[in-house]
């Protein structure tokens, strides 16, 4: 092409160098991706279990109340009520067989087109049961409550602790944590095939909260349960249990499906979780629990513990039981790297075990593998302890789109551990890198600045100690040292200030602009320990008191029930506000016809109540 | 000898800002490059995985070629290789890298001069095949993995070429961001 020799010599130099240099240009580029990656990555873990760790909170305010309730009004009915109201079983004043009458009573409209189980189930039920949720139909609330209460009593006569042999299958298939993903179930299901005789699964826990499709998820394993008893296990796991599932989503999601039963259903699920097994061992040497082990745990003992009391609230409550012990132990531990066993601070229940913990365990037992899941892993599973535990975690895009995979494992007699790994993706086409990683990263900076904003007037008053000369400017340094002592969350907050505060002329921080793009429209409000703060921090523990004392789950408190809750709740964060204003703000506040408030009036209470005390203030 | 004894403490003052500001500066690096670091310490012991190095020091800002990486770890790894690199052992290195600016930035304009050096016909765009070719057996080359990854950005959906002028701005961009 009449390019001599030497300049095409001179080409291929200049094309290496070029080449060179945009390789290089791009690993780095990516290096800065998996930076912003890692760092969301442990944004998300660490708000996840402070969450966890809030529950602490919402159990000192809970023994608060225990402690004080003798001295509110004397013995009022008031009080008593609302305590033994939060700690009394409902016991079932029907016998079985007549409410199974009734159940079966329940007359399902004509131009309902989902699927209609029959008991005992068979395979058409569930392959009804499949189609029907990827056409996303809801199940009519009489087949759920009779697939409840088969299932009660089909796990009543479970043990504790089920073993299993692999002698007569091929493999066995163990799932980790859903958490309501159905997308990821139904993936699984497609990839592994339907649970049989032939292809025998465990589901270790943590079935619902967070995702949304939690009723599907367990009406699919509960169904495939009562089908294939002998090949189809489900271990319990630490979002088992109602106080969870009032904090995390459960509880909404079946009272929004199914309003009619709804509230029914929810006392079936409470007795039903607390009947699931805590453990499965296979061929005498494979363990699996959904937290972990501690070094109190003893399998034995664990058999003959009667399970279905073992239940959160009491741990709220601090009623100890030494069983109870035992299995909060398994339900939330996490392993960690040092040898010993810790309390888990993090959870607020469990403990930390190390390596040595999980030798001696296996060994007492005669045991070779511990197989267990509650911790979100990038991968879908992790091996540590030598190889002798395992974490298999199965929620895909658990934190957000792109977050980490989900994976299953199968065991054969052999007992090496074969892994197989999926991500669910929503979008059609695929996502590049870059955007993967802004997605994920947008959603949990977003959570970090709730965060911040909950607690502005904390962090607001720690940064005016830097800034002496009221000049509205920190270093960075001292900017992240306050965050991190505030929000005491182990974070990289040098390396995310860039995308949570501005820098001045300068090159100091702008502290307030921290709290700025919270929720569009919404004004900032001033700075001083009010109760708009105070309402979106504890919203949530707000949420699960009411939960809690609505117990017939009707969406509604009473008035009393109200007064009662906002004096121990004002009384215990030491806000100070008198009866009258209470009654003021309750008279104002547009009750339902029958005299009752449901939530969104109960949020609102406060800041009604805010706004009368601040009015007071004026005047005063 | 009073001009001499003034400019002798105007020295002494300026000698000890210089003293004080490139302590600070030295803390500053210091602190972002643990920071990086602890990212990367999944067992909070204070040690990382040497496969995660290369991504720790491009994350603070340089560019070093593959063979340079390969140093630097060489440099950095135990008597008898245990897979992790301490954080004692890091620190120091890494500060040093930083202190003197080593691994420069490449800049938009020279990354755009070297693909329109690639685009030997001088088309303003480039194949998808060229591009791999010249990437994929040439300088340190990319995996498979790495090319499709950066094909997935760079190819134009509709023309199925690359043009690499915009995709130089846009990479740019995302990165200042």
Redesign the interface.
């Known amino acids: 092409r009449g390019c001599s020799r030497s300049t095409r010599v001179l ?1 291929h130099e ?19 991706l ?2 912003r990656r ?2 969301t990555w ?1 944004i998300f873990q660490s708000i996840e279990y402070a969450g966890e760790q809030d529950q602490l909170q919402l159990s000192s305010f809970f023994s608060f109340m225990l402690d004080n309730f003798t001295h509110m009004n004397g013995n009022g009915p008031g009080n008593k009520y609302l305590i033994s109201h939060l700690l009394d079983s409902v016991v079932d004043p029907l016998t079985e067989e007549v409410r199974q009458l009734k159940y079966e009573q329940i007359v399902v409209p004509e131009s309902y087109c989902g699927p209609r189980l029959s008991f005992p189930l068979s395979v058409t039920d569930t392959n009804a049961l499949l189609s029907a949720f990827k056409e996303e139909q809801t199940l009519h609330g009489k087949y759920v409550l009779q697939l409840l209460y088969e299932t009660k009593k089909f796990l009543k006569q479970m043990p504790n602790i089920i073993y299993l042999s692999t002698s007569y299958a091929k493999e066995i298939t163990i799932c980790g944590d859903l958490h309501g993903r159905l997308d990821d179930l139904l993936l699984i299901f497609y990839k592994n095939g339907l649970p049989s005789a032939e292809n025998p699964y465990i589901f270790n826990g943590d079935f619902v909260d967070r995702g949304k499709k939690s009723t599907e998820i367990i009406i699919i394993l509960f169904a495939f349960l009562l089908l294939y008893p002998d090949h189809m296990h489900l271990n319990r796991g630490n979002h088992e249990d109602h106080i969870m599932n009032l904090r995390y989503g459960f509880t909404r999601e079946v009272m929004q499906k199914y309003k009619t039963h709804g509230r029914e259903m929810l006392q079936l699920l409470q007795d039903v979780f607390s009947l699931l097994p805590l453990a499965t061992v296979i061929d005498n040497k494979v363990l699996i629990v959904h937290g972990g082990i501690s070094d109190k745990i003893d399998l034995d003992f664990l058999s003959t513990v009667e399970r279905h009391k073992m239940l959160l609230k009491y741990v709220l409550f601090h009623m100890v039981i030494i069983c109870l012990i035992q299995v909060v132990d398994i339900l939330w531990s996490d392993p960690k ?2 040898s010993g066993c810790s309390p888990n601070s993090f959870r607020g229940g469990g403990c930390y075990f190390g390596p040595d913990v999980t030798q001696a365990l296996l060994q007492k037992h005669g045991l070779c593998l511990l197989i267990r899941s509650h911790e979100c892993k990038q991968e879908g599973y992790e091996l540590c302890h030598n190889g002798q535990v395992i974490t298999i975690f199965s929620a895909s895009n658990y934190y957000e789109e792109g977050s980490n995979r989900g994976a299953y494992v199968k065991l054969g007699p052999e007992l090496v551990p074969r892994f197989f790994q999926y991500q669910v993706s929503r979008s059609t086409r ?1 996502l ?3 955007q993967r990683v802004c997605v994920a990263e947008g959603s949990a900076l977003r959570a970090l600045k709730e965060k911040l904003y909950a607690h502005r007037s904390d962090l607001m008053a720690a940064f005016q100690q830097y800034d002496i000369d009221n000049t509205g400017r920190i270093s ?2 001292e900017w992240a040292q306050v965050v991190e002592s505030v929000l005491r969350l182990d974070l ?4 995310l200030r860039p995308r949570l505060a501005r820098l001045g002329a300068d090159g100091n921080v702008e502290y307030e602009s921290c709290f700025e793009d919270i929720s569009p429209g919404e004004p900032i409000p001033p700075v001083t320990p009010n109760l708009a703060e105070t309402l979106y921090r504890y919203r949530t523990d707000l949420e699960i008191i009411f939960n809690i004392i609505d117990k017939d789950h009707s969406g509604q408190i009473s008035i009393e029930e109200f007064r009662q809750t906002w004096k121990l709740f004002s009384s215990h964060l030491g806000v100070a506000v008198n009866d009258q204003t209470i009654d003021d703000m309750a008279r104002s506040i547009d009750f339902n016809k029958d005299g009752s408030i449901d939530f969104n009036e109960f949020l609102e209470a406060f800041r009604v109540v805010h706004k009368l005390v601040i009015k007071e203030q004026q005047q005063g | 000898e009073v001009t001499e004894t003034s400019k002798k403490s105007i020295v002494t003052f300026s000698e000890i800002h210089h003293f004080l500001l490139s302590d600070t500066i030295i803390t500053e690096t210091q602190k972002r490059i643990s920071n990086a670091f602890d990212v990367f310490d999944h067992e909070s012991n204070k040690t990382v995985d040497v496969r995660e190095i290369g991504t720790i020091i491009r994350s603070l800002g340089c560019f070093p070629s593959e063979a340079d990486l390969h140093d630097i770890i060489a440099e950095l790894e135990e008597e008898e290789p245990t897979g992790f690199v301490r954080y004692e052992k890091f620190l120091p290195t890494m500060t040093k890298i930083l202190l003197e600016r080593k691994f420069r930035p490449i800049t938009e304009d020279l990354l755009l001069q070297a693909f329109e050096v690639l685009d030997q016909q001088k088309k303003g765009h480039l194949e998808p095949e060229e591009l791999t070719k010249y990437l994929t057996q040439e300088g340190e080359p990319f995996t498979q993995e790495e090319m499709d990854e950066m094909l997935s950005a760079a190819v134009d959906p509709d023309k199925n070429v690359i043009l690499y002028k915009d995709f130089v701005s846009m990479m740019t961009f995302d990165d200042t961001r």
């Open positions: 080409f200049y094309s290496i160098k070029a080449a060179i240099l945009i390789q290089r240009w791009y690993r780095r580029y990516v290096a800065h998996e930076m890692r760092y442990n790297n040092q695929k590049t890198l870059h960075t340094s990289p907050w040098r390396t």
